[in-house]
């Protein structure tokens, strides 16, 4: 029950303290005197999305607090319990604070919560009404809903609708797996040949690179080959060699030092210089050996380059991308050759999510039909209370096949009326008036109250 709310700076509010009693409150005032910001207030704090418009004008904050009484075991606690908070003495104080900055918050028992919290539990704390609203019982699908409610089956629903997406999931696998099966044949040649051209073709990263550097060296072989001979003659061939002369240099050095030991000092950086030349001859014949004048080599180059070329356009702009490629098709073909296996595991899958659903849709069904024949009566009871004294209320429950399931279920709710004696019983949409409706309504929200005890 709502106790209490408090309203600061919120649209046309300053500040106001509203003190509910038990049994009916009527709030009445003047058009443009505040009465619908006061159920915009309650909106707020069952989680509604804050606007900072709604702040007055003249503050920076508004805050909405509602004072509840609520039971101290029942669906509120569970809740709260769920979400790791406790309920005092039955009190809930929910609280939002808006802010020009966006920077919003919500509280319960001053602790911070989310708006998504509050969502859940406005479900069972407050329900507000527009005068149209009774219209709404004219939908199968909420009176399905509603007697759900009452069944206190929104758990085995939610149950059931995800085995009913789990189901459609494998069913669907199913289907695209058989249908697979038709160009399957054509699919395994062209995955063969493939694996056959990329496997042949023996890829290895870099390649491409490297045969174009050696192309490079083959197109220019007589000139890179003069040049490192010249190179290497001029190192190390004759006497006017760069390491004859240094060696000399070195002799020379340690010649003198035996006169005087501060001539040796250069002839350790001689010696250094003398290790890279030999560094440097060795590098130059080896690339000396590396350029070859065979006119082979050549084609031999061009032809394996286009043949990269090719499998590039096909395959992908890399040798890397192209053995992973390579291993795409690879598990591919090992797919199409196991599709039988892979379509009894996925029958297999089926079955089990059929024949699991099937009993928790069994389930659902049987836990709805008993509680239609208890609200049947029950709602009869209440609307002789309300000056209806010969209606007949019953609930009807079509079932259709499992294959066309719902995330529902299987079941199709209809509420049926007979207002006078003699008549017989008929969709609400086709004989309750707004009246009736309305009765019919405060009947339903009766019975939820006894069931939820809020």
Known sequence: MLRELRIRNFAVIESVTVAFGPGLNVLTGETGAGKSMLIDAILLVRGARAQTDVIRTDAETATVEAIFDVETRGPVANVLDEAGLTLEDGQLVVRRELARGGRHRAFVNDSAVTVALLERLGDYLVEVHGQHEHQRLLDPARQLELLD???????????????????????????????????????????????????????????????????????????????????????????????????????????????????????????????????????????????????????????????????????????????????????????????????????????????????????????????????????ERELRALGMERAVFRIALECCVLEEVSPRGLDRAEFRLSTNPGEELRPLARVASGGELSSHRSSRRSRRAVRCSV
């Open 149 to 379: 409610r009452f069944a206190d089956a929104e758990d085995l629903r939610e149950r059931v609708a995800s085995l009913v997406g789990k189901y459609r999931a494998a069913r669907d696998a199913v289907e695209r797996t058989r249908a697979a099966a038709r160009d399957r044949a054509q699919r395994e040649d062209l995955l063969r040949f493939q694996l056959s051209e990329l496997d042949g073709a023996r890829l290895r990263p870099g390649e491409e690179d490297e045969l174009r550097q050696e192309r490079r060296r083959a197109q220019h072989a007589e000139r890179l080959l003069a040049g490192l001979v010249e190179a290497a003659a001029l190192l190390v061939d004759d006497e006017a060699s760069a390491a004859a002369r240094v060696h000399r240099a070195a002799r020379l050095l340690t010649d003198l030092g035996r006169l005087d030991p501060a001539f040796t000092g250069p002839v350790e950086a001689l010696d250094a210089a003398a290790v890279q030349v030999d560094e440097a001859l060795a590098r130059v014949r080896a690339l000396r050996d590396a350029v070859s004048l065979d006119p082979g080599r050549l084609e031999a180059i061009d032809e394996r380059l286009d043949v990269l070329t090719r499998l590039r356009r096909k395959y992908g702009d890399t040798e890397a991308v192209m053995l992973a490629f390579r291993d795409e098709v690879a598990a591919e073909l090992d797919r199409v050759a196991r599709h039988e296996e892979i379509l009894a595991a996925q029958e297999r899958l089926l079955a089990e999510l059929q024949a699991e659903l099937a009993e928790a849709a069994g389930a659902l069904s049987d836990r709805r039909r008993a509680a239609g024949e208890r609200l049947g009566p029950q709602a």
